[in-house]
């Protein structure tokens, strides 16, 4: 299958604070779409007044004809000696970061946009430029917040301040669409909602993990107040309570895991967390 790949630069508000405007553009441009297969967006990072606001939008189109040749498998790792640079730049103030948006722009522009690929080459990113990173006193972290689509904006408001309030190093934000998850214990989609997956840099000094903590235990909860739900295996953040309202099947899991596992020989920090009372309940 052949994809054409467009990109797109849009804002999440309009210029009368109008909260809708990409939801809108998403629900009329995208989703209603046949032809769109793939879809994600990068919001801008850059602490000023279009931070969280200003972002590209990137699509995949169904061209529905096989490419006039062969286009060869993609290694997304040739790009590292070039991002791994640009982005850590951006690990180091505003300024780093404006530098790294204002590039990503112009080499989407240049070398991706109207371009046709693959999906097997449109779904292959480079990632080691990022994953690699090991500071001896920081880490990148990952977290992941699934929101209704007609909420989006809400979500984004709070995701606003937090980061601005706490002070953290986000280093992207990039939006997908997730279709509702049906016929699974522990679904994070549980209606068609928007993925928020937060990638930042992250001081490992114990009171700066504390601080981290608290504002996501903030996101977590204003994920759920929406009618979303938070990403579980990543940080032990979320209370014991945040966890049985963002995943009230639980305890039916537990039951499940007991008749399989009667000994508890399959553990981990998470279920030792979040399941293990509750197993000892059922027992």
Same mark, same amino acid.
């Given at each position: 299958m052949?994809l054409?790949l467009?990109?797109?630069?849009?804002?999440?508000?309009?210029n009368?604070?109008?909260?809708?405007?990409?939801? %809108? #553009?998403?629900?009329?441009?995208?989703?209603?779409?046949?032809? *769109?297969v793939?879809?994600?967006a990068?919001?801008?990072i850059?602490?000023?007044?279009d931070?969280l606001?200003?972002?590209?939008v990137?699509t995949?189109?169904n061209?529905?004809?096989?490419?006039?040749?062969i286009?060869?498998?993609?290694?997304?790792?040739k790009?590292?000696?070039?991002?791994t640079p640009?982005?850590?730049?951006?690990?180091h103030?505003?300024?780093g970061k404006?530098w790294?948006?204002n590039?990503?722009?112009?080499? =989407?522009?240049?070398f991706?946009n109207n371009?046709?690929? *693959?999906r097997?080459?449109?779904?292959?990113k480079p990632?080691?430029?990022?994953?690699?990173?090991?500071?001896k006193?920081?880490? %990148?972290?990952?977290?992941e917040? #699934?929101?209704?689509?007609?909420?989006l904006s809400? =979500?984004?408001?709070?995701?606003?301040?937090v980061?601005?309030e706490?002070?953290?190093?986000?280093?992207?934000?990039?939006?997908r669409?997730?279709?509702?998850?049906?016929n699974? =214990?522990?679904?994070?989609?549980?209606?068609?909602c928007?993925s928020?997956v937060?990638? =930042?840099?992250?001081?490992l000094a114990?009171n700066?993990?504390?601080e981290?903590?608290?504002?996501t235990?903030?996101?977590?909860?204003?994920?759920?107040?929406?009618?979303?739900?938070?990403?579980?295996?990543y940080?032990?953040?979320?209370?014991?309570?945040?966890f049985?309202?963002?995943y009230?099947?639980? %305890?039916?899991?537990?039951?499940?895991?007991?008749?399989?596992?009667?000994t508890?020989?399959?553990v981990n920090?998470?279920?030792?967390?979040?399941?293990?009372?509750?197993?000892e309940?059922?027992k």
């Open positions: 052949a054409g467009l990109l797109q630069r849009i804002s999440f508000h309009g009368s604070g109008r909260p809708n405007i990409f939801p %809108d #553009f998403f629900q009329k441009k995208i989703l209603n779409n046949k032809n *769109t793939l879809f994600y990068h919001l801008n850059i602490p000023n007044s931070f606001n200003k972002m590209y990137i995949y189109k061209t529905y004809q096989l490419p006039k040749k286009i060869s498998l993609d290694n997304p790792d790009w590292n000696a070039i991002l640009i982005f850590n730049i951006s690990r103030g505003k300024l404006k790294r948006w590039l990503e722009n112009k080499i =989407f522009d240049k991706y371009r046709i690929v *693959t097997n080459n449109a779904m292959e990632v080691r430029f990022a994953s690699n990173h090991h500071g006193h920081d880490t %990148d972290w990952l977290q917040y #699934f929101i209704p689509i007609d909420q809400k =979500f984004i408001a709070v995701l606003h301040n980061i601005l706490n002070n953290v190093n986000l280093l992207n934000v990039t939006i669409y997730v279709p509702e998850e049906r699974i =214990f522990l679904t994070y989609a549980k209606h068609d928007f928020v937060l990638y =930042f840099n992250q001081d114990s700066k993990i504390e981290t903590q608290s504002w235990q903030n996101l977590i909860n204003a994920s759920l107040s929406l009618n979303g739900n938070y990403y579980l295996p940080q032990l953040f979320a209370t014991i309570r945040q049985q309202k963002g009230p099947e639980y %305890d039916r899991f537990t039951r499940i895991k007991n008749e399989y596992d009667p508890g020989l399959f920090k998470l279920y030792l967390k979040y399941f293990h009372q509750q197993a309940k059922i």
